[in-house]
């Protein structure tokens, strides 16, 4: 079974920055794209940015310049910088992982979720 656990979120005050993190855990064969999504209350699930397992990055214009993804490939974990942070990043944060378990074929999973609120 394959499980992505998310950690870091928190209140932060504008200006500030955050670390998540997502770990792949259980009988993997292999991760292609891994990404973060975002939504906010009243709002629909976005993109923010994603990494191939060759390191090729892709971000939402809103936080173009302010995060940055980054993966450890060894231990199949994702991670999200978030800096210059602004009220309207609040949202709760979800990894998004594309896994091939050892004996399946690919499929998408989906953590948890971590809460980020920027407030002052």
């Known amino acids: 079974q394959v499980q992505l656990v998310e950690s870091g979120g928190g209140l932060v005050q504008p200006g500030g920055s955050l670390r998540l993190s997502c770990a792949a855990s259980g009988s993997i064969a292999s991760i292609d794209v891994m990404g973060w999504y975002r939504q906010a209350p009243g709002k629909e699930r976005e993109l923010v940015a994603q990494?191939?397992?060759?390191?090729?990055?892709n971000y939402a214009d809103s936080v173009k310049g302010r995060f940055t993804i980054s993966r450890d490939n060894a231990k199949n974990t994702v991670y999200l910088q978030l800096s210059s942070l602004k009220p309207e990043d609040t949202a709760v944060y979800y990894c998004?992982?594309?896994?091939?378990?050892?004996?399946?074929?690919?499929?998408?999973?989906w953590g948890q979720g971590t809460q980020v609120t920027v407030s002052s």
């Open positions: 990494i191939t397992s060759g390191a090729l990055t």
């Open positions: 998004k992982a594309k896994i091939r378990p050892r004996w399946y074929g690919w499929s998408d999973y």
